[in-house]
């Protein structure tokens, strides 16, 4: 899976790539704020350079080994790293859990919808055959995302969550493709 190190998808106004080493102070700047950390279920908090130079590594390996797919978003207008969108695959090929995150200040602006749309349409060209995502109760904007993606509820689940130090209930969503 080396190629996926190189695929760049594109949308009207986003390219999705891999996460590369000139990233890491773009992911410790928006990770670190406690209004994004607290509502994903892979960034912890506080948030540091470290952190996300460990994340390039291992989301890199990740892709390799085919157990995650980690898309950077990237404006074309603006290069720099503005989010990510995640496809974490269930090893047989079938399935694959779904998260995304957007830098705070750039919320409302349709990017990480507009991401997501892209990485479902990749997720089927893979023959992958559904999709979930899980978000926080309270989180209306990733629910939103969700159901634009047409997304249905699936039901609710513990799940991760390292910023606030322990699992918490999350609503599943889930896409047959």
């Not at 950077?72 to 779904?98: F, K, S, T």
Request: one cysteine or more; hydrophobic letters at 45%.
């Amino acid at each position: 899976m080396d190629e996926l190190l190189d695929l760049k998808l594109y949308t009207e106004r986003l390219v999705l790539r891999a996460p590369e080493e000139g990233d890491a102070p773009a992911f410790a700047r928006w990770c670190a704020d406690w209004e994004l950390a607290r509502w994903t279920a892979n960034i912890p908090h506080p948030y540091t350079l470290a952190d996300a130079e460990n994340f390039i590594v291992d989301a890199r390996r990740a892709i390799v080994d085919a157990r995650t797919l980690s898309f950077v978003l990237e404006r074309l207008e603006a290069p720099g790293a503005i989010g990510v969108v995640g496809l974490g695959l269930d090893g047989a090929g079938h399935e694959a859990d779904m998260g995304w995150w957007v830098a705070r200040p750039l919320h409302g602006q349709g990017y990480a919808s507009e991401a997501a749309f892209c990485v479902v349409d990749f997720a089927r060209a893979m023959g992958l055959q559904r999709l979930t995502a899980g978000t926080h109760p309270d989180n209306l904007a990733s629910q939103s995302v969700a159901r634009k993606l047409g997304m249905r509820g699936a039901g609710r689940l513990l799940r991760a969550q390292p910023a606030r130090g322990q699992p918490l209930e999350t609503l599943e969503f889930a896409l047959t493709l």
